[in-house]
T-cell receptor, first 111, second 112 residues
Framework: EAQVTQNPRYLITVTGKKLTVTCSQN?????MSWYRQDPGLGLRQIYY???????DKGDVPEGYKVSRKEKRNFPLILESPSPNQTSLYFC??????????FGSGTQLSVL | RKEVEQDPGPFNVPEGATVAFNCTYS??????FFWYRQDCRKEPKLLMS???SGNEDGRFTAQLNRASQYISLLIRDSKLSDSATYLC?????????????FGRGTSLIVHP
């Protein structure tokens, strides 16, 4: 089954404790992206990747890192999480200029 | 000006009503267009791609107007289960790159 797998689904952590949210797709998509969604603000892009070893900042990259060492994986790393990064996060992938497939989301709470 | 704009609503309609949403985009070089449906705190899911000739899927009709730079979504015979947020997505392809841009979504509430 074609899918984007995102883990964990829920995560509660404390300020400053490094964490990684994983994202994997099995559709051989070139494009992968991370978004955060906050009430009233819609989906905002954090980082995206056009292909292996190619990543670019989105609209809200501060406080986040990503890597694209393999085509299928695109982890989101928070080196030192802060409470303002409490949000709902989505990973997505697509072929070039096609529809996006989304992961199920990660609800992150930073205390 | 935001690149992709939608009326946030909410649109509050009775069951059986017909409701239409518009989404305007600012980049005339935009190449592909989509409508997604998002339920509360769930991932967006593709509802329809939008083609130049317009397309229909059951009760849903999508239209593209390139001259005026907007896409539309028409829902006929609304059901309670249509209550959700509807996101438009516009793909732009500048210089070999690829940028999907989201509207903030339009909230639809269908009541009995």
């Amino acid at each position: 089954e074609a899918q984007v797998t995102q883990n964990p689904r829920y995560l509660i952590t404390v300020t400053g404790k490094k964490l990684t949210v994983t994202c994997s797709q099995n559709m051989n998509h070139e494009y992968m992206s991370w978004y955060r969604q906050d009430p009233g603000l819609g989906l905002r892009q954090i980082y995206y990747s056009m292909n292996v070893e190619v990543t670019d900042k989105g609209d809200v990259p501060e406080g986040y890192k990503v890597s694209r060492k393999e085509k299928r994986n695109f982890p989101l790393i928070l080196e030192s999480p802060s409470p303002n990064q409490t949000s709902l996060y989505f990973c997505a992938s697509s072929s070039f200029n096609e529809k996006l497939f989304f992961g199920s989301g990660t609800q992150l709470s930073v205390l | 000006r935001k690149e992709v704009e939608q009326d946030p609503g909410p649109f509050n309609v009775p069951e059986g009503a017909t409701v239409a949403f518009n989404c305007t985009y600012s980049n005339s070089a935009s190449q592909s267009f989509f409508w997604y449906r998002q339920d509360c705190r769930k991932e967006p899911k593709l509802l329809m791609s939008v083609y130049s000739s317009g397309n229909e899927d059951g009760r849903f009709t999508a239209q593209l107007n390139r001259a005026s730079q907007y896409i539309s979504l028409l829902i006929r015979d609304s059901k309670l289960s249509d209550s959700a947020t509807y996101l438009c997505v516009v793909n732009t392809v500048p210089g070999g790159s690829y940028i999907p841009t989201f509207g903030r979504g339009t909230s639809l509430i269908v009541h009995p």
